[in-house]
């Protein structure tokens, strides 16, 4: 059984940053893409960065030049630096990887979110 445990939310002022963990656990052979969405109230989730095994990342728009994505392999984790944080960051943050749990078997999985509230 795979689990993706979220931490590292909070409440924070605007301009202010936080980091995010996301550490995996259990029968993982392989992580392949790990990946961040949010889902704001009344919202679709949205993708936030994607960050590959070999380390190519990618991020939605609204959160270029201001957030960080970044992974450990032998770690097992991913993190999510956020910068100069604006109110329309509020959201629920989760965490997805796809993981392999045999050579032959790679499935997406979720964290259970952590929120982020931006405000003064």
């Known amino acids: 059984q795979v689990q993706l445990v979220e931490s590292g939310g909070g409440l924070v002022q605007p301009g202010g940053s936080l980091r995010l963990s996301c550490a995996a656990s259990?029968?993982?052979?392989?992580?392949?893409?790990m990946g961040w969405y949010r889902q704001a109230p009344g919202k679709q989730r949205e993708l936030v960065a994607t960050?590959?095994?070999?380390?190519?990342?990618n991020y939605a728009d609204s959160v270029k030049g201001r957030f960080t994505i970044s992974r450990d392999n032998a770690k097992k984790t991913g993190y999510l630096q956020m910068n100069s944080l604006k109110p329309e960051d509020t959201a629920v943050y989760y965490c997805?990887?796809?993981?392999?749990?045999?050579?032959?078997?790679?499935?997406?999985?979720w964290g259970q979110g952590t929120q982020v509230t931006v405000s003064s």
């Open positions: 997805n990887a796809e993981i392999f749990t045999d050579w032959f078997a790679k499935n997406s999985y």
């Open positions: 259990g029968s993982i052979v392989s992580i392949d893409t």
């Open positions: 960050v590959t095994r070999g380390g190519i990342t």
